[in-house]
């Protein structure tokens, strides 16, 4: 069994807890909370709630940590903390600084001869993976990757870090003729704002300043500056009644030719109704091929890049090869 500790119990920390109980091969050993242990309440039963600084001796019984932050302010952090000490997986999906993380977090591990995986989920993760088998087999070609419609966790934690809020949602909406274009094979030169807009739903703390607040989301870089960004401030009760679910999805399309001119699109897509639990099962099939290579004495810092597909599977490769292949 792979003893899985989640650090963090938030909608993503719950969807991890979730996932772990689709596989057999693996136990919930214990969720971590910065939190008073005490107010909260997970759904397995017999699995303590500790603080998150019981990880800081390097010595709670546990295979790899998940860490369920957010990419604004926590992984950053975190991650190469916690590296250090376990095997760890994150899912930071600030894709501009990902090559800093990877440094950051590669000489924590190194250091403390664990093996960490960054940049876990669907975009960055599947859809990545998706984006290099392309590029590979299409060598002269155009990516194009679409998000949504859906509610966007990073974007939305970063809305709700800005002070003076009080609870917000963020929708990343694909520009539907930008996709038919390139579903079309037109090959257009698409800037960032062109593929996208983002919509936010926003609560106010009493007395906030909405003018500030949507001037600071609308220039945020990396996440708001580069697109045409609209804001509603809303009520709680609108945001609990209009805006509950998490849904989210995309597509990953490269179009190309062959050697002899011949026309190739590659479309690969997700249609998500959590996105959560989705990357909660992503981060779960992950974090098992993460215990298998610190079992083989790898360490250092990973993206899924690196790690080969029977990695991820609990199966028998000999049964893989029948059954898959």
């Given at each position: 069994m792979t003893r899985i500790g989640i650090l963090g119990y938030g909608n993503l920390g719950r969807g991890i807890e979730l996932a772990i109980r689709q596989n057999a091969d693996m136990e919930l050993a214990a969720v971590y909370t910065r939190r008073d242990p005490a107010t909260v309440q997970i759904e397995t039963e017999g699995v303590p709630v500790k603080s998150a600084s019981d990880l800081e001796a390097g010595t709670e019984p546990v295979d790899v940590i998940i860490i369920a932050g957010g990419s604004a302010t926590d992984l950053p952090e975190q991650t190469p903390h916690f590296a250090k000490l376990y095997n760890v997986v994150d899912s930071f999906d600030t894709h501009a600084n990902i090559p800093s993380h990877f440094a950051n977090v590669d000489a924590a591990a190194?250091?403390?001869?664990?093996?960490?995986?960054?940049?876990?989920?669907?975009?960055?993760?599947?859809?990545?993976?998706?984006?290099?088998?392309?590029?590979?087999?299409?060598?002269?070609?155009?990516?194009?990757?679409?998000?949504?419609?859906?509610?966007?966790?990073?974007?939305?934690?970063?809305?709700?870090?800005?002070?003076?809020?009080?609870?917000?949602?963020?929708?990343?909406?694909?520009?539907?003729?930008?996709?038919?274009?390139?579903?079309?094979?037109?090959?257009?030169?698409l800037t960032t704002r062109e593929k996208h807009t983002r919509e936010c739903f926003v609560v106010l703390e009493e007395g906030a300043d909405a003018e500030a607040v949507e001037r600071e989301i609308v220039e945020m870089p990396n996440y708001f500056a580069d697109?045409?960004?609209?804001?509603?401030?809303?009520?709680?009760?609108?945001?609990?009644?209009?805006?509950a679910g998490l849904p989210h999805g995309g597509f990953v399309l490269r179009t190309g030719t062959s050697a002899t001119g011949s026309p190739m699109t590659i479309e690969y897509s997700l249609k998500l109704g959590s996105n959560p639990e989705f990357t909660s099962s992503v981060l779960v099939a992950y974090a098992r091929a993460v215990a298998r290579l610190a079992a083989e004495g790898a360490t250092g810092c990973k993206t899924v890049f690196d790690i080969a597909p029977a990695y991820l599977s609990a199966a028998d490769p000999a049964d893989l090869r029948a059954r898959l292949l």
């Open positions: 190194q250091e403390g001869g664990h093996v960490a995986l960054i940049s876990c989920g669907w975009d960055p993760g599947l859809f990545s993976l998706n984006r290099l088998y392309a590029n590979c087999i299409l060598p002269e070609g155009a990516d194009y990757t679409f998000w949504g419609k859906g509610i966007s966790q990073g974007h939305s934690d970063a809305i709700r870090r800005i002070e003076g809020v009080a609870d917000a949602k963020q929708y990343t909406i694909p520009v539907e003729a930008a996709l038919d274009a390139v579903r079309a094979g037109e090959n257009p030169q697109y045409d960004t609209t804001v509603h401030f809303i009520s709680q009760e609108e945001l609990d009644r209009d805006h």
